[in-house]
Antibody
Framework: QVQLVESGGGVVQPGRSLRLSCAASGFTFSNYGMHWVRQAPGKGLEWVALISYDGSNKYHSDSVKGRFTISRDNSKNTLYLQMNSLRVEDTAVYYC?????????WGQGTLVTVSS | QTVVTQEPSFSVSPGGTVTLTCGLSSGSVSTSYYPSWYQQTPGQAPRTLIYSTNTRSSGVPDRFSGSILGNKAALTITGAQADDESNYYCVLYIGSGIWVFGGGTKLTVL
């Protein structure tokens, strides 16, 4: 079955970096655009980034532009989110989600806590 | 800056019908915004309900339907059930690869 499994979350100090991964299985990963979506504690969903099926196009929200970078390795069926210069307000559960024009499958999420 | 608007909360009686909406701070929502809807209960990942305005995701009962009503996207739940009590989010594609979520609607069934 189609499955997305995020990993890489944890507790990190402000200003530090972290890389999230999303392992995909059960579908042809290289055929689909992929998103990162986050949710701060007790808050709503926030779109973070989108990458095209082949990695040639990448888009980021204004709140993370210049600090976060989405990427993918189609040979490893894995999506990444490199997060630099982390801020307290980046604390959230980060979900990866499949497809370009909507999110048809979600991972279970990985928690990133930015705290000194 | 584009803001996507949703009712913060809504209440429906069991068996009743409710329509949640998804609008834009400026302008009208059309199918070109690829509106989609997601249901989420606390502590769980979102569940996809509707995409591309009115297409139900696999396994979603037909009492959930999507449409454009006036200048907004809409999610209608017909015959509300207790387990429909959740948070509902819409998201719109505003172009240039950018997506914006609404703030979510907390639906109470009572």
């Amino acid at each position: 079955q189609v499955q997305l499994v995020e990993s890489g979350g944890g507790v990190v100090q402000p200003g530090r970096s972290l890389r999230l991964s999303c392992a995909a299985s059960g579908f042809t990963f290289s055929n689909y655009g992929m998103h990162w979506v986050r949710q701060a504690p007790g808050k709503g969903l926030e779109w973070v980034a989108l990458i095209s099926y082949d990695g040639s196009n990448k888009y980021h929200s204004d709140s993370v532009k210049g600090r976060f970078t989405i990427s993918r390795d189609n040979s490893k069926n894995t999506l990444y989110l490199q997060m630099n210069s982390l801020r307290v307000e980046d604390t959230a559960v980060y979900y990866c989600a499949k497809n370009y024009y909507y999110y048809d499958t979600w991972g279970q999420g990985t928690l990133v806590t930015v705290s000194s | 800056q584009t803001v996507v608007t949703q009712e913060p909360s809504f209440s429906v009686s069991p068996g009743g019908t409710v329509t949640l909406t998804c609008g834009l701070s400026s302008g009208s929502v059309s199918t070109s915004y690829y509106p989609s809807w997601y249901q989420q209960t606390p502590g769980q990942a979102p569940r996809t309900l509707i995409y591309s305005t009115n297409t139900r995701s696999s396994g979603v009962p037909d009492r959930f339907s999507g449409s454009i009503l006036g200048n907004k996207a809409a999610l209608t739940i017909t015959g509300a059930q207790a387990d429909d009590e959740s948070n509902y989010y819409c998201v719109l594609y505003i172009g240039s690869g950018i997506w914006v979520f609404g703030g979510g609607t907390k639906l109470t069934v009572l």
